[in-house]
Nanobody
């Protein structure tokens, strides 16, 4: 059974940094999404199995870095230069079957419980 567990959310001032972690029960294509109140869930970043290929939403490019440690089955999202508009619940997701675009939530089969990130101005 696939399991995902996220860690690292919290409250931070604008301009600050946070690192999110997601422990998965396997080595697969992983993504991070976020959902702010009243908004749809949106793509943030993704990484392939080897960690060589990474993908980012334009809104976070240059500020966020996705990486993975396959020895620990863990994917990280390092978030820097945080802005109030980054406030959301962040979810990690696992994509097994490579059907559909990695940009859309329905392409991922398993999801973590979410972790709140709040950026104060």
């Amino acid at each position: 059974q696939v399991q995902l567990a996220e860690f690292g959310g919290g409250l931070v001032q604008a301009g600050g940094s946070l690192r999110l972690s997601c422990v998965a029960s396997g080595r697969v294509f992983m993504g991070w999404f976020r959902q702010a109140p009243g908004k749809e869930r949106e793509f943030v970043a993704a990484i392939n199995v080897s960690g060589v290929s990474t993908y980012y939403a334009d809104s976070v490019k240059g500020r966020f870095t996705i990486s993975r440690d396959n020895a620990k089955n863990t994917v990280y999202l390092q978030m820097s230069s945080l802005k109030p508009e980054d406030t959301a619940v962040y979810y990690c997701a696992l994509r097994l079957y490579y059907s559909g675009s990695y940009l859309i939530p329905s392409s991922y089969e398993y999801w973590g419980q979410g972790t709140q990130v709040t950026v104060s101005s």
